[in-house]
Each structure stands twice: as C-alpha cells, then as structure tokens.
C-alpha cells in the first residue's frame, strides 16, 4: 500500500508540473510515447505528435517530418550518418531524427493523440490547419502549417508566432476546452467531407464533440451524448468514428466498453440554423443477442470500399468481425455479422487497402503483440502477421508514388516503422528513432 501511495504521489507532482509548464522542455529530436500520424495534403510532410505519457517533460509535441528526405534516408541509410544497421535486426536501417528532418516543432499539452487535416479559413495565408486531441488538458487544439512554394513546412504556428524560439506553446486562442463545452478524454477525431464538421469521440465517456470549422475560430457546435450502453462495471466511450456508405451522410462509432456499434447522422434544424445529429440505430453484440459476452468491447472500425462490409475490432475477446451492410425495405441499415476471426491480442485500429493489384486487404494492429495482421476478406483469413515494433499505436498508407506501404508509431518504444510492400508480401525494412523500453531508462 505504501508503494502504491508513493506512485499515485510521485505522478501527481508530475502532472502538477506538467500542467503548470515548468521543468524539463521537451526535446525535438526523438520520439516519446509517439501516438499521432499524419501526412500533408502534398505527400511532403509528414506530422507525428508525441504523447509524453509518462510526463517526463512538461508537454507533448507536433513534428513536422521532411517526407522527402525521410524517404531518401530509408532508400539508402547507410549512406546518411543518422542511419546504422540495425542491432536487433541485420537487414534492416535503424536512423535517429537528424536536424534536416525535423523542420518544425510545437509543444502541445501531455497526452497529445490524433491528428486530422482541415482546410484553411478563407482568406488565410496559411496552407491548412491541424486538429489534434490532447487528453491530459482536455482540450482540441488548432495548429495553422505554413509551406513555401514546394509545399514544404515553413512553420507551425498555434498562436505564438513562427520565431525559431523552443519551446513555442499553443495558446488559448488555438485551443477548444472544458470552458467551451468539451467533454473529458478527447480521442479520435473524423472529419465529415463537405459539412465541414468534426466529430470528436470520447475514450471515457459516451459523448460525441461536434467542431464546426466552417467559421473562424472554429467552435464547438454540439456535444451529443450517443446514449450508449453502460457495461457492467458502470463504463461508457466512444472509441472510433467512421463514415458510412449510406446515401445519407451517417457515421458510425464504437463502444469503447461494450460489443456496441451505433450509428447517426445529419439533420438541419431550422429553429436552429445548422445541422444536427440524430441518433439512426445501433447493433449490440452480447448475449443472448450476440455472440460476445460481458466484458467485450469494440474498437477500430472501417467500411470496405464498395461500402457492403464493415469490418470491427473487438477486444475481448480478440476478433475482427466482418458484418454485412444491408438496407431494409424502409431504407433503414442492418449491420448482420457473417464472419467472425480470432485475432491477435486487444486489436485496436483497422484500415482497409487495396494492393497494386487492386485487391482489397484489411489491417489490424496488435498492442501488445506489436503486429499489423492483414486479412484476406475474400477467404475471411489472415495471410499475414507483420512484426512492426512494440506497441503500435496509429498507421498511416501514404500515396503509393510516396513510399510503397505504410509507415507505424510504436507508443511504447518511441520509433516509427517504416513497412514495404513488394507485391506478395509487406516487410518492415526500418525504423526512424531511438527504440526504448517503459521503464528501462
């Protein structure tokens, strides 16, 4: 008991100086607990936000990579004095950040996550804006990316200017909190196509955060509580949000504590002036009504490309669950489940892709195994496990003329790997950083 007091002190002091931004300044030049992965309209940058989990320093941080040169380095690293053979691997390059790579850096708030890209206010001079969730502060934070004429990052800029100063912080200005309307554990955000809206689900809670980005600043236009199902223990999220096939525009999230998926979508209220969510169903998998049991939760969710499957993670147990996306003859959508595979243990994120050949595979990442598993949905089974390091926590398909796979933050070692697709099979061929172990330094 004594022990466990002293940590819960040791990490709220922690905290406490994490909040009021003092003691060690995050460096620029490693990765730490990395858990958000973007890339830039152009293929040019690539963002990665550092997560700072175990409040080392005092915030999180926003990368903007050179993709170029990364790419460069990873065709020929031996070549580039960051890069050696890797120990724990002989075929493959292990490189650190080198100051030509990173071109810009932010400090955010700890717990730093997703990322989304959205379009700049008009009338700006800026080349986008960044949407990223901070869980620690809670808060939405707005980062406004600057490009020169080759559309390479110029600055990042959240309210303190585009001087050259470290640490530069994002100011209140940047940022939608708790005094806004913003619900608890902000995790991962959608962006809704051309209602220029975000959707911001929730880790720890059942409510869904709508940003509306078309006015300046951007504002938080509805918290819509899902209603979702409360487990047995009293735990309700929202985990991941999708958007579907359906002739309306409708989303569809997942139950981070339960075997629920809910879906919704777009309504305009006059009295209002702005569209409004409305609840349109869900699907709730335990027993007696599903195959699952207490305890089961959902995660990741993608739709196929043609829009007829939708593809779910389940955590407990470990499967992936293939469900057929059908219309009723009132135009109502029934999500039927039709396959169900064991997976690696607690799968959390999924992606669908198509290979060169235009044939559709599905993408799964293992926490603690450190895999992406990737799936046949013609056969409904795995074809292969791809060891990418540990702890992936996002994953990214860049445009294949970019680099020919995809690239993973490891959270619980501090690297990205970099995973080659040559035509029958996807191989890791690298990784950027200074792998580590939690706890181990």
Request: with cysteine.
């Amino acid at each position: 008991m004594r022990r466990i007091l002293s940590v819960f002190l040791t990490m709220f002091l922690l905290a406490a100086c994490a909040q009021e931004i003092s003691g060690i300044d995050p460096p620029t030049d490693i990765f730490f607990y990395p858990s958000g992965l973007r890339m830039s309209p152009s293929g040019r940058t690539l963002f990665v936000t550092n997560g700072n989990a175990d409040l080392r320093f005092n915030g999180s941080t926003l990368l903007a990579l050179d993709a170029d040169r990364l790419h460069l380095m990873a065709a020929d690293p031996l070549t580039y004095t960051a890069c050696r053979v890797d120990p724990q691997a002989g075929d493959e390059f292990l490189c650190d950040l080198d100051t030509d790579l990173v071109r810009s850096a932010v400090r955010l708030g700890s717990y730093a996550g997703h990322i989304e890209v959205l379009p700049a206010p008009e009338g700006s001079t800026m080349a986008y804006r960044l949407l990223i969730s901070v869980r620690a502060d809670p808060s939405l934070t707005f980062v406004d990316v600057y490009e020169d004429e080759n559309h390479q990052v110029t600055c990042l800029d959240c309210g303190d200017g585009c001087d050259a100063a470290w640490p530069r912080d994002c100011r209140r200005s940047h940022r939608l909190e708790k005094d806004d309307g913003l619900p608890a554990d902000p995790y991962r955000i959608m962006v809704y196509g051309d209602t220029q809206y975000a959707v911001v689900t929730h880790l720890n809670s059942p409510y869904l955060t709508v940003v509306d980005y078309a006015v300046e600043p951007p504002v938080i236009s509805q918290v819509f509580d899902a209603n979702m199902t409360v487990n047995y223990n009293g735990y309700v999220g929202s985990y991941d949000a999708v958007p579907g096939p359906d002739a309306w525009p409708t989303f569809y999230v997942s139950n981070s504590y339960a075997p629920e998926i809910a879906w919704f979508r777009w309504q305009y209220s006059p009295e209002d002036d702005q569209d409004l969510l409305v609840s349109v169903g869900s699907l709730y998998l335990q027993s007696p009504y599903g195959p699952f049991e207490s305890g089961s939760e959902l995660r990741g969710m993608a739709f196929s490309g043609d829009g007829t499957r939708l593809y779910a993670a389940v955590r407990y147990p470990p499967v992936l669950v293939t469900f057929d996306v059908s219309v009723d003859a009132q135009g109502r959508t029934r999500l039927t489940p039709i396959n169900t595979i064991e997976v690696s243990s607690q799968p959390a994120l999924v992606q669908v892709q198509k290979d060169a050949l235009g044939i559709e595979q599905v993408f799964v990442t293992s926490f603690p195994e450190g895999e992406v598993l990737v799936m046949d949905p013609a056969s409904g089974t795995w074809v292969q496990r791809i060891p990418v390091g540990t702890g992936p926590h996002e994953f990214l398909f860049p445009p294949a003329d970019r680099f020919p796979g995809f690239y993973v933050v490891n959270f619980a070692e501090g690297t990205i790997s970099l995973v080659s697709y040559d035509g029958p099979s996807w191989r890791r061929i690298g990784r950027f950083g200074m792998p580590r172990q939690i706890g181990k330094d």
